[in-house]
């Protein structure tokens, strides 16, 4: 088993001699217990969605919220999704997952409304998920199941995902625009798209990634990136938000440079359903107060 371990490996590598390395073994049979446990425990509902505000750096209104998969695995503890979304999809098994994590951000988002909570939530969408031409007809079945408009769903791809096979992508991306789905280009700035390609994306947002944001206020080089992804936004007709946004004056500065929206542990972690509730009720609905505080 080992010595097929790192057959795979050097398959993968450019390397002429890949030796098996200690622990390769035990982190492939956690993989494969992932992939194995993922159908019962969606039944279950092992997994959860976490939802984290986003607030209108002009108003403080929070009208919308991020979806995040969380996995308390009964062997393994917390799973990182970056962990187990990764083997899910090398196992061919992401459309499943996908299916149930817009479910549940459909159901949660129809039970807020109805609860007089307007939340406009998103959902990440992983690459292979934009190979699915069936995606677009699932999505338009759960808006009709939970009575939703289009506009109150939003739907996060990275550029990365786009660049795998960019025809294909633009074609599903396309669809869901037409329907009239909110899109977002996640992790901005991480990816290789060229301009020309981001001007034929059919988004609305970008989504800067934490790593340009995380230390706007120690480097100047960071700065530059965000401002100049800021105007370039605006000059294509995208709204910007900012994620990893952590202190009031990384808050002020983004504010200063004219980035619409701010998402990041200054205004909220991602929070299980009722803590969300709980948050949104307490505040009004707004951060108005942290407006105020950098203002
Ligand atoms: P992402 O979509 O870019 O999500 C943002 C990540 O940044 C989240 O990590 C969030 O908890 C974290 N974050 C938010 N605010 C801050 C902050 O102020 N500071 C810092 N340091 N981090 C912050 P998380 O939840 O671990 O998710 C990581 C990635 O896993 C996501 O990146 C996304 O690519 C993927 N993911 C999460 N949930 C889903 C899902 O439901 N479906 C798919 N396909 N991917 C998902
Ligand atoms: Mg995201
Ligand atoms: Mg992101």
Redesign the pocket.
């Known amino acids: 088993r080992r010595a097929e371990i790192a057959m795979y490996d050097a398959k993968d590598s450019q390397e002429w001699l890949v030796p098996y390395r200690a622990g390769r073994d035990e982190g492939h049979l956690r993989q494969l217990a992932i992939v194995a446990t993922l159908p019962a425990a969606l039944a279950r509902d092992e997994l959860t969605?976490?939802y984290?505000a986003k607030a209108d750096m002009g108003s403080g209104l929070i009208a919308q919220a991020?979806?995040?998969?969380?996995w308390l695995h009964p062997q393994f503890g917390f799973l990182?999704?970056?962990e187990f979304?990764t083997v899910i999809?090398q196992s061919g098994n992401?459309a499943m997952?996908?299916a149930w994590?817009i479910d549940r951000?459909a159901r949660q988002c129809r039970e807020w409304l109805s609860q007089g909570l307007d939340i406009k939530v998103s959902?990440?969408?992983?690459a292979l998920?934009l190979l699915n031409d069936e995606l677009p007809a699932l999505l338009e079945r759960c808006l009709h199941q939970y009575q939703l408009s289009p506009r109150q769903l939003g739907l996060?791809v990275?550029e990365s995902a786009v660049m795998r096979d960019p025809a294909s992508a633009l074609a599903v991306l396309a669809r869901l625009r037409e329907t009239g789905f909110g899109l977002s280009i996640?992790?901005f700035g991480t990816g290789y798209s060229s301009l020309a390609q981001l001007k034929r994306m059919p988004v609305d947002e970008l989504?800067i990634?934490?790593s340009f944001?995380?230390h706007l206020n120690e480097s100047s080089d960071d700065r530059v990136i965000v401002k100049s992804t800021i105007d370039l936004a605006h000059t294509l007709g995208l709204k910007v938000v900012a994620?990893?946004?952590?202190t009031v004056d990384a808050w002020h500065c983004l504010r200063q440079l004219g980035c619409d929206v701010a998402?990041?542990?200054?205004i909220a972690?991602?929070l299980a359903p009722a803590e969300f509730e709980r948050f949104l009720r307490a505040n009004g609905q707004s951060c108005v107060t942290l407006t105020e505080a950098a203002a």
């Open positions: 969605l976490h984290q991020e979806a995040l998969v969380r990182p999704p970056d979304i999809e992401i997952l996908t994590i951000a959902v990440n969408l992983s998920d996060e990275t996640d992790d989504k990634d934490k944001v995380l994620e990893g946004v952590e998402q990041g542990y200054l972690k991602p």
